[in-house]
Every structure is written in C-alpha cells, then in structure tokens.
C-alpha cells in the first residue's frame, strides 16, 4: 500500500496525453531504457524476493531454515525432561510450550529481519531514522521547535532555488495567468521531479513558483514519508488554493488557485533506475543527450549526499537525474558544502598533529610519577590511549568521522567518506556521505549537466534578502522581522545553515 498511487482518483489527473508532441519527438530516440527492471513495479520497494544485488538470498533462505528447524513439532521434545512435565498439568504444559514456540518463531523473525537489514545496509538506516522522524504539524514547527529559525531559513532558501531556476528562460511573468504569453502561445507548465521529496515538505513551495507547474512527481525509499506527503497533498485539493491562507501575491508572478496533479511512489533512486516508473517514462526517461522530452526541473533538496556512499550510487543517481530531465531542464538541490567539512577537517587534524607532538615529547621526557600529578593530567592521558577523530558542531548540531581524515581536507577518491550528522529535533545520528563539490561537479558533467549556479546558504541571504520579491518572502516565512527587521535565525542556527550550499544545474 506503501507505494501505491493513492492519487489516482484525485482531481485534474495528468493526462499523458498532453505531452504526445513531446513522445512523438522521443520515440526516434530510444524512449524506453531499463525494460528489464520494470518487473519490479513502480509502486514501491521491492519485495524481499526482489531485491538486487547487494541483497544475499541465501541469507535469508538460511534465517528462514533457522525458523523452520525451530518449527512447532521440535518443541515438546524439550519439555518431556523426567519430573518436570509430571508438576504441570495438560493445559498448563500446552500454554508453556506455546509460548515458548511463540518466543523461538519471535528470535527466528528478528534473525531473518537483522539479516535482511545487514544486506540492505546504510539504506535501510536512513530510510528507517526518515520514517521514524515524526510528522508534529506547522503550527509546532513555527511556534515550539528550538530550531524554527533554522527551518524558516531553510525553507526561504528552497523557495528562493525555486523562484529563481523553476521559470523557463522565455517564461513571461503573470503569463499563467492570462494563460498566454505575450507571443501569444500557451504558457508551457512546468513537470517537476522531486527526489528525496520526504514529506512533501516542498509542495507548498513549488504551489507558488513564478511558472504554473503541471505535474509534480515525489520519490522517496522511506514509506512512511511517502504516506504523510499524500496526506499533506490531499489536504492541499481539500484547501482549494493549494496555498496556506494567508500566503499573498508578490512572489515572481502572483498567486495560484490552480493545484498541479501530484504522483508519490516509494523508490531508492540511487540504487536503482527510476525509469521503470510509468509516469517517468510517460514524461520521458532518455539517458542520450539529446533527449528533448523529460521533466522541466529535478529537484534533489538535503538528501543527494546518501548518494555518495560509493561511486556506483553516485553515477546511478546523475544517471537518474539526467535522463529525466528534458534538454534545457533544471537540476537544483541543498547539500552539505565540502569546503566547511574540509576546513574543519584540516583545523582538526592540525590539531591532531600538534597533540601528538606533545605526547612524543612527554615520552622522552616521562610524567612524573602518579602521586605527584594534578586531577586533570591523569584524564587527560587516559583520553589520549582512544583514537581521536575530527568532530565539531554546537549546541543544535554535530558533526562526527568514526574514522581518520585527510590532512589537506580534500577526500579522495570522493566516495564513502562517512560521517554522522546530529541535528537538534530533526535528525539523529544518520549516516551521510561528504559530497567533494569539485569531483561531484566534474562527474555531473559525464551526463550532460553544466553548472549554473553554487552558493554557500549565508551568501545566498546576503545576495537575495534586499530582492523586491525575496526580501518580503523572507519576512512572511519568518526568517526576519516585518519591515526589514532583525533577523530571526540565531547565531547557532546560522552556523548549522552554513554547513550547506544551494546549486542548479542546466542539462546541456
Ligand atoms: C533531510 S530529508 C529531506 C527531505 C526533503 N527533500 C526536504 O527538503 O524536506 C532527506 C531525504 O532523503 C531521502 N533519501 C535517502 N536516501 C534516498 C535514496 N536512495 N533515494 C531517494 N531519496 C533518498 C530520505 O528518505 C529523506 O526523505
């Protein structure tokens, strides 16, 4: 149920129809890729006999044996010992035998589950922790959260990446509209994919971009998260508008009363392709470069770094993103920005180096003896027996490497340097991968995809808050004061938004 296109009967359904100029132009172009892997449905995760490679199947086969050889008639067996059977009566024997076989099928299914989950690995835990983060409402998320500084700023930052890449380049403000532009054509409506959509946190956002969108299609491993954002979107129709109320005109074109047709589908779309997704295909899914048809923008915000666990996730998910996109189309999206992660690393390791240097040189000259030491100093060199490794953060976050970093703070090769980020309220210790922004941007370019945009989140506030349009959005989503007032995301909020920068890029 997870997976399934729960949308279908909602209003205004995309109508495949409507791009058949588009298919048409496709089809001399190899149209359909992956056929193979459409067996697997589009409605979900895969099943556990489904599953690709890195799951072991005669793991599981031997869990299950494991809970077959514990089967029922095993059992009495063991409760026949002399003496003890004959204290028990016959419905009292029976009771402790079914609850002892109830205990060893209980062990048998934790084993088959802990065996899935080991193949499945770093994918399960991120789906796991994204599933497991609760869904506490806006008004809570405006009002009660330590860190709603930090949650306006980002999401003015998402709006802002919306705002300024959504539109066409020949997009005619207020053209949606009068449903012309000044040529007089249609004005064309944008086909958004967001990867990684979680909750459906953006659908508000992209409600109100400059350029009407048609069809915006979500994509996310974690199931739970894909159930709240159909939720959130049919909560949506049942508004009307689509808009929350209150939300004003002034943004990059007006206000909408027209809601886009939306898809979620439950997907992992750095393991696998996602153009065994019908809807996908219908828009079009073509890896050649010059593929004309796809999505008008692919939308990846806080989640591409789970891709660079290892080099095959990272080229799956540009491969992903590639050949949905039409040619001209957007790719935008948040990440973490190595260049912080690679000053502290270096900041730390120097650190590192200098401790060291210290230690050798008590070794030559020894500590005096136990007795004769301060408290302190006694701590201090039992500390130094564990392996230190780079971590830094502040009171809403934390940064930590569980292993040994680069000197330089450049990470090579640029895959699966793991870390765990901690964030006040919104993510717990979660694996996430550094994204070595010059490596990421030169294999973008292996699939078509020319960097148009990069900016850190701070220099994206001093660039944009004075904007006619951005200014007065930061004021209504709470990230400063009405009337150009004070800023409302503390000092430690704005170190912890420092921590990402914002992209796009253009599929060339
Ligand atoms: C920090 S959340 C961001 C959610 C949303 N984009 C937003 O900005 O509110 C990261 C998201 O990445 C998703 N994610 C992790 N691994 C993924 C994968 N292999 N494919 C697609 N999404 C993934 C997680 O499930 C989670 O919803």
């Known amino acids: 149920m997870a997976g399934k296109d729960a949308t279908e009967a909602l209003p205004q359904p995309f109508d495949a129809k409507q791009l058949e100029p588009a298919k048409k132009r496709k089809h001399s172009q190899s149209p359909v890729r992956n056929s193979s892997k459409r067996r ?52 009292e024997s029976s009771s402790i035998r079914q609850r002892h076989e109830q205990r060893e099928r209980d062990a048998a299914d934790q084993a088959a589950t802990q065996a899935v989950l080991e193949q499945r690995g770093i994918n399960d835990v991120v789906r796991q922790h994204y599933n497991a983060v609760p869904e506490r ?44 532009d000044m040529a007089g054509a249609r004005d064309h409506e944008l086909l958004v994919l967001d990867i990684g959509c979680g909750k459906g946190g ?24 894909i159930d709240q954002a ?13 808009g929350r109320g209150g939300r004003g005109g002034g943004h990059r074109g007006g206000r909408h009363q027209h809601l886009f047709d939306a898809r979620f589908f439950v997907k992992d779309c750095y393991g696998e392709s996602i153009g065994d997704i019908d809807v996908v295909r219908q828009v079009g899914f ?7 048809s796809g999505f008008d923008i692919v939308s990846m915000m806080f989640c591409m770094h789970y891709a660079f666990e290892s080099e095959a996730k990272a080229r799956t998910m540009l491969q992903n993103v590639s050949s949905s996109l039409k040619k001209g189309g957007r790719f935008i999206g948040c990440i973490p920005n190595s260049d912080v992660i690679g000053e502290r690393v270096i900041k ?26 301060e408290e302190g100093e006694e701590a201090e060199e039992e500390e130094g027996e564990v392996e230190k490794t780079a971590e830094w953060g502040n009171d809403l976050y934390r940064v930590r490497f569980p292993g040994k970093t680069p000197e330089d703070g450049i990470f090579r090769p640029p895959f699966g340097w793991k870390y765990s ?13 550094v994204v070595p922004w010059p490596a990421f941007r030169a294999i973008a370019e292996d699939y078509n995809l020319e960097l148009q945009y990069h ?42 938004a420092s921590f990402y920068l914002a992209f796009c890029f253009y599929k060339v």
């Open 137 to 180: 409402g806006r008004d809570w998320r405006k009002t009660d959260s330590r860190i709603k500084g930090l949650r306006s700023f980002n999401n003015w930052v998402k709006s802002t990446l919306i705002q300024k890449f959504s539109p066409d380049e020949d997009h005619t403000p207020g053209a949606h509209e009068r449903g012309r």
């Open 455 to 496: 900016q850190k989140f701070d220099e994206i506030w001093e660039a944009e808050k004075d904007d006619s349009v951005l200014g007065p959005l930061s004021e209504r989503m709470g990230v400063r004061e009405r009337g150009r007032g004070s800023l409302l995301v503390t000092p430690e909020e704005m170190e912890v």
């Open 421 to 433: 980020f901690f964030l006040d309220e919104a993510v717990e210790e979660v694996p996430e991968y």
């Open 348 to 373: 730390f390791n120097e650190w590192l180096a200098k401790e060291k240097e210290r230690e050798s040189i008590e070794k030559k000259d020894p500590p005096p003896p136990k007795e004769e030491r």
């Open 40 to 91: 697997q449905g589009e409605s979900g995760l895969p099943s556990i006999d489904e599953l690709p490679q890195p799951f072991d199947a005669k793991k599981l086969e031997s869990a299950k044996k494991h809970q077959r050889s514990r089967s029922p008639s095993d059992a009495p067996r063991r409760l026949k010992r002399p003496g003890r059977g004959a204290r028990f009566s016959q419905a």
């Open 230 to 242: 159909k939720e959130r979107y049919r909560s949506m129709t049942h508004r009307g508008s689509g």
């Open 286 to 292: 073509d890896p050649s470069p010059m593929g004309r």
């Open 202 to 225: 953006d659908l508000g956002k992209w409600q109100q971009a400059p350029q009407k969108v048609q069809l915006y299609v979500g994509l996310d491993p974690a199931d739970v998260s």
